[in-house]
T-cell receptor, first 116, second 118 residues
Framework: AQKVTQAQTEISVVEKEDVTLDCVYE???????LFWYKQPPSGELVFLIR??????QNEISGRYSWNFQKSTSSFNFTITASQVVDSAVYFC?????????????FGEGTQLTVNP | KAGVTQTPRYLIKTRGQQVTLSCSPI?????VSWYQQTPGQGLQFLFE???????NKGNFPGRFSGRQFSNSRSEMNVSTLELGDSALYLC?????????????????FGPGTRLTVL
């Protein structure tokens, strides 16, 4: 059975601090996809990144970076020089291979608050 | 490309009533999934439709149902509403593909329908 764990329920930082959100996943499939979404107070889930299980390259997009490590089943997300606009709930999610359809299993989410 | 649209955005119903929510996926996406989000249970998968067929189903009672039309638009229906059905209902539009020799799975969400049951 697939499972995603985000151990940090809430994180509070001061603007310009770096912050890392942890995500640990469990799956029996060798082909799977990992996602990060941002949910601002409006409620919409905003797509940030996806990774398939065969691509362990880390990725950087502006102030955002992601560290995918299959050896530890982790897909962590770092925000560099955080800003107040980064305040939101962040979800990590897992989808197994195509034969399993598009079903996403979400973590519990991490509420990030960036204070000015 | 237009994003995922969901209607209505807000809905207030009373216990015992039924409700129908609509989702229009991104053009070209053939899979639509529905999720329920509540403070206590988080984001939970309801069901997925692909080419007008239900492909996956989560652990929800039979009061929750859905369908998909030939244009990939999807509706979900909740009958005999209960107070606990108050939630944000999110629809995801999905597509599988190949890029650079590697498979990918796109999943984009709509803005959600916030349902309040009184």
């Amino acid at each position: 059975a697939q499972k995603v764990t985000q151990a940090q329920t809430e994180i509070s930082v001061v603007e310009k601090e770096d912050v890392t959100l942890d995500c640990v996943y469990e799956t029996r499939d060798t082909t799977y996809y990992l996602f990060w979404y941002k949910q601002p107070p409006s409620g919409e889930l905003v797509f940030l990144i996806r990774r398939n299980s065969f691509d362990e390259q880390n990725e950087i997009s502006g102030r955002y970076s992601w560290n995918f490590q299959k050896s530890t089943s982790s897909f962590n997300f770092t925000i560099t020089a955080s800003q107040v606009v980064d305040s939101a709930v962040y979800f990590c999610a897992l989808s197994e291979g195509e034969t399993s359809g598009s079903r996403l299993t979400f973590g519990e989410g991490t509420q990030l608050t960036v204070n000015p | 490309k237009a994003g995922v649209t969901q209607t209505p955005r807000y809905l207030i119903k009373t216990r015992g009533q039924q409700v129908t929510l609509s989702c229009s996926p991104i053009s070209g996406h053939r899979s639509v999934s529905w999720y329920q989000q509540t403070p206590g249970q988080g984001l939970q998968f309801l069901f997925e439709y692909f080419s007008e067929t239900q492909r996956n189903k989560g652990n929800f009672p039979g009061r929750f149902s859905g369908r998909q039309f030939s244009n990939s638009r999807s509706e979900m229906n909740v009958s005999t509403l209960e107070l606990g059905d108050s939630a944000l209902y999110l629809c995801a539009s999905s597509q599988w593909g190949l890029a650079g020799g590697s498979s990918y799975n796109e999943q984009f969400f709509g803005p959600g329908t916030r349902l309040t049951v009184l």
